[in-house]
């Protein structure tokens, strides 16, 4: 039985990111005795074994997950996870030297906490576009700065994205009951898909099982962001799919959706203070609500 383990999963990964990813996880402080590295390979075009070099990387281990979709191949690194505590690294994440110490020490300190995220730094491929950054938080980037945790299903915490990390008895917990539903299956990107739900499914089983979420300062990991995202296509494109998946997350679990003239009133809020204060940050605060919105709706119109 290990602490942590560790699992990537990973679609045709750019190389260069993956590397850099697998230096941080050798660079980690944490005793090797103590964790596992599962890598995931999801059915990538050309397959990982062979192609990545895990040495230096204590108790490392490759999976191939046919079935596409990131829920599919996270459910594999489920099953095949030994450690008490499962972190979610994503390909092209550098995690601070101290991480999986710092994930330990929360959780064994605290018997209530059941799922946890961090700060999620960016390091740019190149200059985003300008006053892009109220769509920022669609990469799945986000400074924390002060301890936040909740236990309700409105999880202002939430402990989406990369790093997130859970007890096993959560993640086996989730992974038992979205086996047996294909719409919660449906809520991971799914090849070169938008869309992505399922880190905070796993957060709202936490909740379910009477656990606490938090966001804690200490954890840090450095996201890189590759060109192809820093587009005003792919943002607006990134901020539909995630809310019209989001939809879909509160169908399947049987939570309130929200009403259709809420989501009006909340853009023309919005709208309303672009007109009140025009800016170029101002529009795109627009911009990424209106997206929003378009998301919502669509997945509403088809319930």
């Given at each position: 039985?290990?602490?942590?383990?560790c699992?990537?999963?990973?679609?045709?990964?750019?190389?260069?990111?993956?590397?850099?990813?697998?230096?941080?996880?050798?660079?980690?402080?944490?005793?090797?005795?103590d964790?596992?590295?599962?890598?995931?390979?999801?059915?990538?075009?050309?397959?990982?074994?062979?192609?990545?070099?895990?040495s230096?990387?204590?108790?490392?281990?490759?999976?191939?997950?046919?079935?596409?979709?990131?829920?599919?191949?996270?459910l594999?690194?489920?099953?095949?996870?030994?450690?008490e505590?499962?972190?979610?690294?994503?390909?092209?994440?550098?995690?601070?030297?101290?991480y999986?110490?710092?994930?330990?020490?929360?959780?064994?300190?605290?018997?209530?906490l059941?799922?946890?995220?961090?700060?999620?730094?960016?390091?740019?491929?190149?200059?985003?576009?300008?006053n892009?950054?109220?769509?920022?938080?669609?990469?799945?980037?986000?400074?924390?700065e002060?301890?936040?945790?909740?236990?309700?299903?409105e999880?202002?915490?939430?402990?989406?994205g990369?790093?997130?990390?859970l007890?096993?008895?959560i993640?086996?917990?989730?992974?038992?009951?979205?086996?047996?539903?294909?719409s919660?299956?449906?809520?991971?990107?799914i090849?070169?898909s938008?869309?992505?739900?399922?880190?905070?499914?796993?957060?709202?089983t936490?909740?379910?099982?009477?656990?606490v979420?938090?966001?804690?300062?200490?954890?840090?990991?450095?996201?890189?962001i590759?060109?192809?995202r820093?587009?005003?296509?792919?943002?607006?494109?990134?901020?539909?799919?995630?809310?019209?998946?989001?939809?879909?997350?509160?169908?399947?679990?049987?939570?309130?959706?929200?009403?259709?003239?809420?989501?009006?009133?909340?853009?023309a809020?919005?709208?309303?203070g672009?007109?009140?204060?025009?800016?170029g940050?101002?529009?795109?605060?627009?911009?990424?609500r209106?997206?929003?919105?378009?998301?919502?709706?669509?997945?509403?119109?088809?319930?």
């Amino acid at each position: 039985m290990f602490k942590v383990t560790c699992i990537i999963c990973a679609y045709s990964p750019r190389m260069d990111y993956l590397n850099q990813t697998l230096d941080s996880l050798r660079a980690q402080c944490f005793s090797r005795e103590d964790w596992e590295f599962i890598l995931v390979d999801n059915s990538s075009k050309e397959p990982l074994a062979g192609r990545v070099d895990l040495s230096g990387i204590p108790d490392a281990r490759c999976f191939y997950e046919a079935e596409l979709g990131v829920t599919h191949a996270r459910l594999c690194g489920i099953r095949e996870a030994r450690g008490e505590i499962i972190v979610f690294v994503d390909y092209d994440n550098i995690l601070d030297s101290q991480y999986f110490s710092l994930v330990w020490k929360l959780f064994s300190e605290n018997r209530l906490l059941g799922c946890i995220g961090g700060s999620l730094i960016p390091r740019f491929e190149c200059e985003p576009p300008v006053n892009s950054e109220p769509f920022w938080e669609c990469l799945a980037l986000r400074t924390v700065e002060q301890l936040d945790v909740d236990c309700s299903f409105e999880l202002k915490a939430k402990p989406y994205g990369a790093g997130l990390s859970l007890r096993r008895e959560i993640a086996e917990q989730y992974a038992l009951h979205v086996s047996r539903s294909d719409s919660r299956k449906r809520l991971g990107r799914i090849g070169n898909s938008l869309g992505g739900c399922e880190d905070i499914d796993m957060a709202y089983t936490a909740v379910e099982m009477g656990y606490v979420c938090g966001l804690f300062p200490d954890l840090k990991l450095t996201h890189l962001i590759d060109r192809k995202r820093l587009n005003w296509e792919y943002l607006k494109k990134i901020s539909h799919d995630a809310n019209c998946t989001y939809i879909e997350l509160l169908r399947s679990r049987g939570l309130p959706l929200p009403r259709r003239i809420a989501l009006y009133r909340s853009l023309a809020r919005v709208l309303l203070g672009l007109l009140r204060r025009p800016s170029g940050y101002n529009l795109s605060r627009f911009k990424r609500r209106h997206q929003e919105v378009r998301g919502m709706l669509k997945a509403l119109s088809n319930i």
